[in-house]
């Protein structure tokens, strides 16, 4: 078999995503649980990237993993206790957990590998910058002003209940 | 196009169980958000990976994703004022001690 | 003449304001206020009876005058209850009666209650009760006669039970309350039967003569006997219940347990007469629809008078004695209606009937008047603590004793003449008849005298202070009312009421009289012989007649009767055993229910933790158990 450069780029990245993903879900310490969340997303990213999707993973990095990651980790260091290192990973929704899980993807991977899917319409070349600006700003069929100012206003409602909650109570 | 579209839906398949197994079996409040971030990610992969393979000439599924990358955001600086708030009142942030309004 | 609503209207308003400010009134403005009130009422009725009997003739016969009438509920075209003023020659004697007694005794109550606890709650329910009576015997219909019957009830409940922290008191209220109820009952019953089949409660329609009305009720019968007899008859029941005729009479006793002067009121002059009352009222639907229940009423009403006056002359506790006098004489009445025919002559009995009510409401209340100066004196019912008080008591004496010839029948007291109508009533109804009722006269002169001598003559009993006469307060209605039983027997009565409102005269006759002086007389020098000075006859007599001695002193055991048949036998056999099935069964059932709904709740309260996790893991396992199915399938 020989490996296109691309195909190596995808295998590493999916190897980062799958491996991460289930260390994030496994590790006992929470800080470190969130440092393999931002591989995680690091790596979707990458995925974005090769789907030359450039401006959906510039977002994904930015927000992501410049600014959630960062909260997490701060409410992190802000929250933690000794009781979270003591506690038990394992309790008694563990083991039913593991198989609903392990269940579910055996399932949805039979089914992904089993399935036809519909002929492939694959387009190269990156997505414009210019359309997607337009796509985001303009008010006809297909163009996202509406939704966009509904997420602006629901951000900043989300800012301002965010500090009504956790201010400090007098 | 070398690589087919079903090993892309593998990766956020293990991803999206991982994250939902994580949700299941986690008890501190921040390691839960994190598992629901694994699962919003999957699914932000698939919109993508079905938009570039399937519905080439369209921008839907990028859209989809970019918002719901906003959502999340939103999502988590509520979620985290809240945990900060009960660590305030708790001193942790383990689920099984929140049950004040069980009884 | 819409004032006459005034009659009712005040005694409530003092009831009203006595209970609700009694508290904050001083004792005796309470008491004044009572009194004052019922004065007012007593004037206005007083005017109101002398309007009725000098302006209310039609070709000499009275009619109805209905003054006041509002109409409450109407259910059909004729059938409505109104809430009014009816005025006929009965109603307007009874407001005399009433007002009277009441008035007397709410005089009589300033001295004899005077420092009791509660003296403005005894106000306020004699004012209530007033407003009751006057009510009833005003009522234009059968439902508000119902009505005001049952307030009537109430009120003597709560006087019977005046002294409440005494468990006789409260046992004797709760006794005359269920008594007279059970018979209400029947009186209810009774109601509904006439007026569903002569489709009115109206009295004015009832005893208008007009038989169409009772049509509707002909040829329906019910265990044999016509419906209409029921009706009748089971409004005689409620009847019966008040008036305390056997077997229904053993609340009265024992309501003796209520202050004296509530004794005279309700006990002797007014609300036991109630029975009477709506006997005379309902007199025309009895006499021509029903006469055999009339009858029936005459018989009872002899075997209860014979019954009382044999237990009078065996007790002990004088305001029993009195007690059963009064059943007795209620007999009396009772006889008279039921021999009683109707219009001119043949009415002598329902003129006679109301002449002794009127008769006997003023000497019975003037004998428990007494009695409650005696008690007063000596602070005891029993006979055995009294004796030679004649001297202590000069005015109580005096008037006990014009009160004791009059119930005698000795002329020319009031007893005489309204007893002697009585008799010769019964005589021409069936001579064997008028014989026992001469007897039970003869029997009441007895036990009336015997009463008298063991009180004010034979030998004095110890006393811890020595015996005085009352206050003036209690003296003064004394004497009013002796003064009434002297005259009261020469108001020509006739002329006022009579059973079809057409003039009445009175006339004595002869042998009828002369026979009841006779045997009155032969009783008087019985109980003189007895009872004058200590003798040994009577306990000879007891000796001789033990045994019924012991049953006559024991009331003839009824109430030892009444109390196996309601606790072995209501009690015991069937209350137990139905609230064993409400307890178990039916509380069972609801019990068991609830306990399973508790025991399912707290069992399937574990899927509801409350935490998301474990939901999202349930959700996930459903989805994919179906997705398992519709793949598999």
């Not at chain 3, 009352?470 to 108001?491: K, W, Y």
């Not at chain 3, 004058?532 to 006859?537: Q, V």
Request: net charge neutral; with cysteine; aromatic share 14%.
């Amino acid at each position: 078999m020989e490996f296109t450069l691309e195909q190596a780029g995808f295998a590493f990245l999916a190897a980062v995503i799958v491996i991460f993903s289930i260390m994030t879900v496994t590790t006992k310490r929470i800080l470190r649980a969130a440092t393999y969340l931002l591989f995680v997303l690091f790596a979707t990213a990458g995925i974005y990237f090769q789907l030359n999707y450039s401006f959906l993973g510039a977002v994904q990095l930015l927000i992501y993993a410049g600014g959630i990651i960062v909260l997490y980790v701060f409410s992190i260091l802000l929250t933690s206790s000794d009781e979270d290192k003591k506690a038990p990973l394992r309790n008694r929704r563990t083991l039913s957990g593991l198989i609903v899980s392990i269940v579910g993807a055996v399932m949805c991977i039979y089914l992904l590998l089993t399935h036809c899917y519909p002929p492939v319409l694959f387009a190269e070349g990156e997505v414009d910058m210019h359309a997607i600006g337009y796509a985001m700003m303009g008010t006809g069929k297909y163009q996202y002003l509406l939704p966009f100012e509904a997420v602006s206003v629901l951000l900043l409602a989300c800012i301002i209940g965010g500090l009504l909650i956790a201010r400090k109570r007098k | 196009m070398e690589i087919q579209m079903q090993y892309y839906l593998l990766v956020s398949t293990v991803m999206f169980f991982a994250g939902v197994y994580g949700f299941v079996t986690r008890r501190n409040l921040i390691a839960i958000l994190l598992s629901i971030e694994l699962i919003l990610n999957a699914v932000n992969i698939n919109f993508a990976v079905f938009n570039r393979y399937l519905f080439p000439g369209q921008m839907e599924g990028l859209f989809f994703s970019i918002f719901s990358i906003a959502i999340a955001a939103a999502e988590t600086a509520v979620a985290i004022a809240i945990i900060v708030n009960i660590y305030r009142n708790l001193k942790n942030i383990e689920v099984k001690n929140l049950d004040e309004l069980k009884d | 003449m819409e004032y006459t609503i005034l009659i009712v209207l005040l005694p409530m308003l003092t009831f009203i304001v006595l209970g609700l400010l009694g508290m904050k009134l001083k004792a005796c403005t309470s008491g004044l206020i009572g009194t004052l009130s019922m004065a007012v009422t007593t004037v206005i009725s007083y005017a109101t009876a002398w309007i009725y009997f000098t302006g209310a003739r039609v070709d000499g016969v009275y009619q109805k005058w209905v003054p006041f009438n509002i109409e409450w509920l109407r259910f059909t075209d004729t059938l409505h209850i109104d809430l009014g003023v009816l005025l006929d020659p009965i109603s307007a004697m009874m407001l005399i009666v009433i007002t009277t007694v009441s008035l007397m005794v709410h005089i009589y109550s300033l001295g004899y209650m005077k420092g009791e606890r509660g003296f403005e709650r005894y106000y306020a329910f004699l004012s209530l009760f007033s407003c009751s009576m006057l009510g009833l015997v005003l009522a234009t219909n059968i439902f508000q006669m119902y009505i005001f019957w049952e307030l009537v009830g109430v009120s003597s409940y709560l006087l019977i039970g005046f002294y409440y922290t005494k468990p006789e008191a409260i046992a004797a209220s709760k006794k005359a309350f269920i008594v007279t109820r059970f018979a209400d009952l029947g009186f209810l019953i009774g109601i509904l039967l006439l007026s569903f089949f002569t489709q009115t409660f109206d009295f004015g329609v009832l005893t208008s003569g007009d038989r169409s009305i009772f049509t509707q009720a002909a040829g329906t019968t019910f265990m044999g006997c016509s419906v209409l007899a029921w009706a009748t008859a089971l409004i005689f029941v409620g009847g019966a219940g008040k008036s305390a005729m056997f077997p229904l009479h053993i609340w009265l006793p024992d309501a003796m347990e209520g202050p004296t002067p509530v004794s005279a009121l309700i006990h002797a002059a007014t609300m036991v007469v109630a029975g009477v009352y709506l006997v005379a009222r309902l007199f025309p639907v009895y006499y021509f629809e029903t006469p055999e229940v009339l009858h029936g009423v005459a018989y009872l009403g002899a075997f209860t008078s014979l019954f009382a006056a044999v237990i009078a002359c065996v007790q002990t506790d004088i305001k029993r004695v009195l007690a059963f006098s009064t059943i007795s004489q209620i007999g009396f009445m009772m006889v008279a209606l039921g021999v009683s025919g109707y219009g001119g002559h043949n009415g002598t009995g329902y003129m006679a009937g109301m002449f002794h009510l009127f008769t006997h409401a003023m000497f019975k209340a003037l004998l428990f008047l007494g009695a409650g100066a005696i008690i007063h004196a000596v602070h005891s019912n029993e006979m055995s603590h009294m004796g030679g008080l004649r001297k202590q008591l000069p005015i109580t004496h005096i008037t006990f004793l014009i009160a004791c010839l009059a119930i005698a029948g000795i002329p020319p007291f009031s007893g005489f003449f309204s007893k002697d109508e009585i008799l010769a009533a019964t005589f021409s109804f069936a001579p064997a008849m008028g014989w026992i009722m001469s007897f039970i006269a003869g029997l009441t002169a007895f036990y009336m005298f015997r009463l008298y001598y063991n009180i004010f003559w034979g030998t004095p009993a110890e006393h811890e202070h020595e015996p005085h006469e009352a206050p003036a307060s209690m003296t003064t209605p004394l004497i009013i009312l002796a003064a009434v039983t002297c005259v009261a027997g020469f108001i020509p009565f006739g002329k006022f009421v009579s059973s079809d409102g057409a003039d009445y005269i009175i006339h004595l006759e002869a042998s009828v009289a002369i026979t009841s002086v006779v045997i009155a007389l032969i009783g008087i020098a019985v109980a003189t012989v007895f009872y004058r000075k200590k003798s040994s006859i009577p306990d000879r007599l007891e000796q001789t007649f033990n045994g019924l001695h012991n049953a006559a002193k024991h009331r003839f055991y009824i109430d030892e009767v009444y109390l196996f048949i309601t606790k072995r036998i209501i009690f015991n056999g069937i209350s137990r055993s139905i609230a064993w099935f409400d307890r178990h069964v039916i509380d069972g059932a609801m019990n068991g229910l609830a306990f399973v709904t508790n025991k399912m709740s707290f069992a399937i309260r574990g899927l509801q933790s409350g935490q998301i996790q474990q939901y999202l893991l349930v959700f996930l396992a459903g989805l994919l158990l179906i997705t398992l199915l519709v793949l598999v399938c």
